[in-house]
């Protein structure tokens, strides 16, 4: 079966090619390869361009289309997979993203033409909740505000007042899909208490994770961290903003390292410079990276990271070998399961 493997500067082709011959064996092909052009830098803010307005909103990769000719299966990260892209191809028959977004795939167009397009999951989820931890113990320790002083010669003790353990804490997860469950795990050895507000989720998963079911309110009301962890829809696009941050304790600290448009970020900001909220650890920002003028810069109880929560080398080695088994299931059986297209492609 013919493939096209993209790699970025995220996810590299040479990953892709070692998990095809683990999982397909070394003879599965032929198998091509081309890189998607750009620094890191690029290749993210194009990623963020294609979130807010679709792969058409980016250039059309010429060195993808060039490349194409006879591929019946398409494997990408980053690269966007627009219209354009897949008129290049006239026999593919599946787009296999190694990532859960599918923000760079012009779905109706691969639709219109029975082409599969095939995401995978809880690839980052280990990664996405051990640094939503990391930003928790960062927040609550004032461990940045910490290391900046010193570095900067001083010797900083004060923070208004003594740290705040996560022990024995109250911990609200807005959202509990793979992040959510692995962060959950990792906090019942804490022994803290765990609040869902995740109107999808059955009791019983939320309860096998040792956590109490919550409405909105009531997370935001009692935790004294809040984890922001649903996914960006057009339901929950800002959905998180001042009545939310109204209700939480002064003492309580907000965490986000899902997507930025989830919250009214004008809201936030307030919260945390009139001291209404303890504090906040961010990974994802409206402007990425920050103007250097932002204001958010200034902020004395805030943790800003670069939006880097679901890079990592195990991330990359699972996406690579998530993606070759779903290449290995269109092989075996000529179908995709987990094709979010499947019913149209009456898989499913």
Same mark, same amino acid.
């Given at each position: 079966?013919?493939?096209?493997?993209? +790699?970025?500067?995220?996810?590299?082709?040479?990953?892709?090619?070692?998990?095809?011959?683990?999982?397909?064996?070394?003879?599965?092909?032929?198998?091509?390869?081309?890189?998607?052009?750009?620094?890191?830098?690029?290749?993210?803010?194009?990623?963020?361009?294609?979130?807010? #307005?679709?792969?058409?909103?980016?250039?059309?990769?010429?060195?993808?289309?060039?490349?194409?000719?006879?591929? #019946?299966?398409?494997?990408?990260?980053?690269?966007?997979?627009?219209?354009?892209?897949?008129?290049?191809?006239?026999?593919?028959?599946?787009?296999?993203?190694?990532?859960? +977004?599918?923000?760079?795939?012009?779905?109706?167009?691969?639709?219109?033409? +029975?082409?599969?397009?095939?995401?995978?999951?809880?690839?980052?989820?280990?990664?996405?909740?051990?640094?939503?931890?990391?930003?928790?113990?960062?927040?609550?320790?004032?461990?940045?505000?910490?290391?900046?002083?010193?570095?900067?010669?001083?010797?900083?003790?004060?923070?208004?007042?003594?740290?705040?353990?996560?022990?024995?804490?109250?911990?609200?997860?807005?959202?509990?899909?793979?992040?959510?469950?692995?962060?959950?795990?990792? *906090?019942?050895?804490?022994?803290?208490?765990?609040?869902?507000?995740?109107?999808?989720?059955?009791?019983?998963?939320?309860? #096998?994770?040792?956590?109490?079911?919550?409405?909105?309110?009531?997370?935001?009301?009692?935790?004294?961290?809040?984890?922001?962890?649903?996914?960006?829809?057009?339901?929950?696009?800002?959905?998180?903003?001042?009545?939310?941050?109204?209700?939480?304790?002064?003492?309580?600290?907000?965490?986000?390292?899902?997507?930025?448009?989830?919250?009214?970020?004008?809201?936030?900001? #307030?919260?945390?410079?009139?001291?209404?909220?303890?504090?906040?650890?961010?990974?994802?920002?409206?402007?990425?990276?920050?103007?250097?003028?932002?204001?958010?810069?200034?902020?004395?109880?805030?943790?800003?990271?670069?939006?880097?929560?679901?890079?990592?080398?195990?991330?990359?080695?699972?996406?690579?070998?998530?993606?070759?088994?779903?290449?290995?299931?269109?092989?075996?059986?000529?179908?995709?399961?987990?094709?979010?297209?499947?019913?149209? *492609?009456?898989?499913?």
């Amino acid at each position: 079966m013919h493939t096209l493997i993209v +790699g970025d500067e995220f996810v590299p082709a040479a990953l892709y090619i070692d998990a095809l011959a683990e999982v397909c064996g070394t003879s599965f092909g032929p198998v091509r390869t081309v890189d998607w052009s750009g620094t890191k830098a690029d290749q993210h803010s194009a990623q963020q361009t294609m979130e807010r #307005e679709g792969p058409a909103a980016v250039p059309v990769p010429g060195e993808i289309v060039a490349a194409l000719g006879d591929a #019946e299966v398409l494997a990408v990260h980053f690269a966007p997979v627009s219209r354009a892209v897949l008129a290049a191809a006239p026999k593919l028959r599946a787009v296999c993203v190694a990532r859960t +977004g599918l923000e760079n795939v012009d779905l109706p167009a691969a639709t219109e033409r +029975g082409i599969a397009v095939v995401p995978v999951f809880g690839r980052n989820a280990s990664a996405v909740a051990e640094l939503a931890l990391g930003l928790m113990l960062t927040e609550a320790r004032d461990i940045a505000r910490a290391d900046a002083s010193v570095k900067a010669g001083g010797w900083r003790k004060d923070f208004g007042g003594p740290g705040h353990e996560i022990g024995g804490s109250t911990i609200g997860l807005v959202g509990m899909g793979h992040v959510g469950r692995e962060l959950a795990r990792l *906090l019942r050895g804490f022994g803290a208490r765990i609040l869902v507000h995740d109107p999808y989720l059955p009791d019983a998963v939320i309860a #096998e994770h040792g956590a109490l079911r919550a409405d909105m309110d009531t997370v935001f009301l009692e935790s004294d961290f809040v984890q922001v962890l649903a996914r960006l829809t057009p339901e929950t696009e800002r959905f998180i903003g001042r009545r939310q941050f109204a209700l939480m304790k002064h003492t309580a600290f907000f965490i986000n390292t899902a997507r930025s448009r989830l919250v009214d970020t004008d809201a936030l900001y #307030e919260a945390l410079a009139t001291g209404s909220i303890a504090g906040a650890g961010l990974d994802v920002h409206d402007q990425e990276p920050l103007p250097a003028d932002s204001p958010w810069r200034a902020l004395d109880n805030v943790t800003l990271t670069t939006h880097y929560a679901g890079d990592t080398v195990t991330t990359n080695l699972r996406s690579a070998r998530l993606v070759a088994r779903a290449i290995d299931e269109l092989a075996r059986t000529g179908r995709c399961l987990e094709a979010v297209n499947a019913r149209a *492609l009456e898989w499913g």
